[in-house]
Nanobody
Framework: QVQLVESGGGLVQPGGSLRLSCAASGIIFSLYDMRWYRQAPGKQRELVAFIARGGTTNYADYVKGRFTISRDNAKNTVYLQMNSLKPEDTAVYYC?????????WGQGTQVTVSS
C-alpha cells in the first residue's frame, strides 16, 4: 500500500532551522508531483511548497526565501528545508503526492516555533 511518512518536526526557537523529510513507498515516486502543506490550529490547510516531477519548484509568498523544497528520487524522499523560522510557521506539516487523480497524504509532523 501507499505510505508517505513525514519526519523531522520538533520544537525550535525563532530564527532557527529544521529539515522535514517525507519518505514514500508503494508508488513510482519519480512520476509524482510533491507538495508540502501545513495546518495551524483553527486554520485551513495551506500549500507551502511544490516540486514537480521534473524539478520545477514553487513557493507560497510567506515562505519564499526561507524554505527550500527538494527531492531525491533515488531515495523516494522529498525534503523541506526551513530556515529563519517564525512563530507563525507553527503548524502540522503534511506531504502530498499527486499524479492525475491519485493523491496521497502523510500523517503529518508537528513544527513548533517558540522561545
Amino acid at each position: 500500500q501507499v505510505q508517505l511518512v513525514e519526519s523531522g518536526g520538533g520544537l525550535v526557537q525563532p530564527g532557527g532551522s529544521l529539515r522535514l523529510s517525507c519518505a514514500a513507498s508503494g508508488i513510482i515516486f519519480s512520476l509524482y508531483d510533491m507538495r508540502w502543506y501545513r495546518q495551524a490550529p483553527g486554520k485551513q490547510r495551506e500549500l507551502v511548497a511544490f516540486i514537480a516531477r521534473g524539478g520545477t519548484t514553487n513557493y507560497a509568498d510567506y515562505v519564499k526565501g526561507r524554505f527550500t523544497i527538494s527531492r531525491d528520487n533515488a531515495k523516494n524522499t522529498v525534503y523541506l528545508q526551513m530556515n529563519s523560522l517564525k512563530p507563525e510557521d507553527t503548524a502540522v506539516y503534511y506531504c502530498n503526492a499527486l499524479l492525475g487523480l491519485a493523491a496521497y497524504w502523510g500523517q503529518g509532523t508537528q513544527v513548533t516555533v517558540s522561545s
